[in-house]
């Protein structure tokens, strides 16, 4: 009999309990709710590292004794897998693209040449370009697990995050799998909540 029988209050957090979801309120959020951006979000979402950190060490000898120190903690990127699907509105693909706009980025084929009478030539620029991430226009995420009464149990939160690596997946003719888009998610920092019942 497992230690987390019917009898016993103890319980162990399956894998598959989880939601994702941005919960920040700046340009980026604004942007995902568009034509239920968020609920595409999470109903793509198909795997997810929780968040882990790593702190550095500093070595100090003393004649023949070592004595190690901590130092600097360091939050480690978070890697996402979601189903590339598409409602009524628009794909994953295009939320994405959205969302790294909201952020800052204008691609330079936001522009148009023209060309006068005398040959002189303007370029004018639908949106500023723009290359860099902004940092101010990161966004928050919550991370949610759920016992098996579907009641979120504890949750982390995200600080600070943007995007610093996506895929969207390659395309095959001999293969009938989901397109797979992999994102990694850089934050300043995170924490965890225990949801008291």
């Not at 894998?15 to 994702?20: D, Y």
């Amino acid at each position: 009999m497992p230690f987390w029988d019917k009898l016993s209050p103890i319980e162990p957090l399956k894998q598959f309990r989880w939601s994702m979801s941005i919960i920040d309120s700046s340009d980026i959020s604004t942007e995902i709710a568009k034509n239920q951006g968020n609920t595409l979000f999470e109903h793509s979402l198909k795997e997810c590292s929780k968040p882990e950190y790593e702190v550095s060490t500093t070595q100090h000898k003393l004649l023949t004794q070592t004595t190690t120190y901590p130092g600097l903690l360091k939050w480690k990127p978070i890697n996402v897998k979601l189903a590339s699907i598409l409602n009524s509105k628009k794909t994953v693909d295009r939320l994405l693209e959205d969302m790294l706009r909201a952020s800052g980025y204008s691609p330079i084929a936001d522009y148009s040449i023209n060309d006068d009478e005398e040959g002189n030539r303007t370029i004018d620029y639908d949106s500023p370009y723009h290359q860099n991430i902004e940092k101010d226009k990161s966004f928050d995420i919550k991370l949610d697990q759920y016992n098996s009464n579907g009641a979120i149990v504890e949750y982390w939160s995200l600080f600070n995050c943007f995007f610093s690596s996506v895929s969207y997946g390659k395309l095959s003719y001999s293969s009938e799998e989901i397109v797979e888009i992999s994102l990694t998610i850089q934050y300043d920092w995170a924490t965890q909540t225990r949801v008291q019942k």
